[in-house]
């Protein structure tokens, strides 16, 4: 397993949280963004900057998405397609999405998006709390320790 991050939407709290368990589990850990994010040195922790545009991350994370990997986003085209490629999703809020709930996010974000496109404000996502950086940390440590220790 190798994890992924969709860095440039990332919080920083979660990203340290990703930092401490690359290194607590050895997986390898790659950010992925379209401007130089920082992370500290480690042989199990990279950057990797892609051009300036729409969904150029995305398309990288997909292009070198294997089955089984992780990826790390609240973008919920980029969960489907690395869904669909074998690989699983887990959003910086901790919920992990399946094959079983990603049709009702993509429908969900499409309704949105055109209220959006018609003038309705939406509003944002809520902030970060801690319960969902807690909820965030459970569920990455199941799914490095199922990783790490298969039953």
């Not at 500290?40 to 398309?59: E, H, N, Y």
């Not at 986003?73 to 919920?95: F, N, Q, W, Y």
Request: some cysteine; glycine content about 6%; charged content about 25%.
């Amino acid at each position: 397993m190798k994890i992924w991050v969709d860095a440039d939407a990332c919080p920083l709290v979660i990203k340290e949280i990703l930092f401490r368990a690359a290194e607590r589990t050895g997986i390898l850990l790659t950010l992925v963004a379209n401007q130089a994010v920082r992370v500290p040195p480690s042989p199990v922790i990279k950057m990797l900057q892609v051009a300036r545009g729409f969904d150029v991350a995305d398309a990288e994370i997909i292009k070198r998405l294997e089955a089984g990997d992780l990826v790390i986003t609240s973008d919920i085209p980029l969960a489907a397609d690395a869904l669909a490629k074998g690989g699983h999703v887990l959003s910086p809020r901790g919920e992990l999405y399946t094959l079983d709930n990603i049709k009702a996010r993509l429908t969900m974000r499409d309704f949105l998006e055109t209220m959006r496109a018609s003038g309705v404000d939406t509003g944002g996502p809520p902030a970060l709390s801690q319960s969902d950086r807690k909820a965030f940390a459970g569920q990455l440590d199941r799914l490095l320790t199922h990783s790490v220790n298969p039953q």
